[in-house]
């Protein structure tokens, strides 16, 4: 998402299983900053990520990007249940 008065560069992101994402939305921030000349307001919303990643982003957050929300933070043994779970359920 992308707004030009006020300049706001956000991301909204269903699933992440890396911190990659935050990457991306560094990368449009950097060219937002390049257009506009000034700070743009930067927000993240991830509705559910992978712990190691979820960590990753909330260091890399709080140096970069002002507004960070993760709705849930899925541990890799439940992230196993869920994808086995849904494998039993379709066949």
Do not use: N
């Amino acid at each position: 998402m992308f707004l030009e008065d006020p300049l706001i560069v956000s991301e909204v992101i269903s699933y992440v299983k890396s911190p990659d994402e935050i990457i991306k939305l560094l990368r449009k921030i950097e060219m937002a900053k390049a257009k506009y000349s000034k700070e743009p307001r930067k927000f993240l919303v991830i509705l559910a990520a992978k712990s190691d990643a979820a960590r990753e982003i909330k260091r890399i957050a709080k140096k970069k990007v002002t507004e960070l929300m993760i709705g849930k933070i899925i541990e890799f043994a439940y992230l196993f249940f869920l994808i086995l779970l849904r494998r039993l359920k379709f066949e």
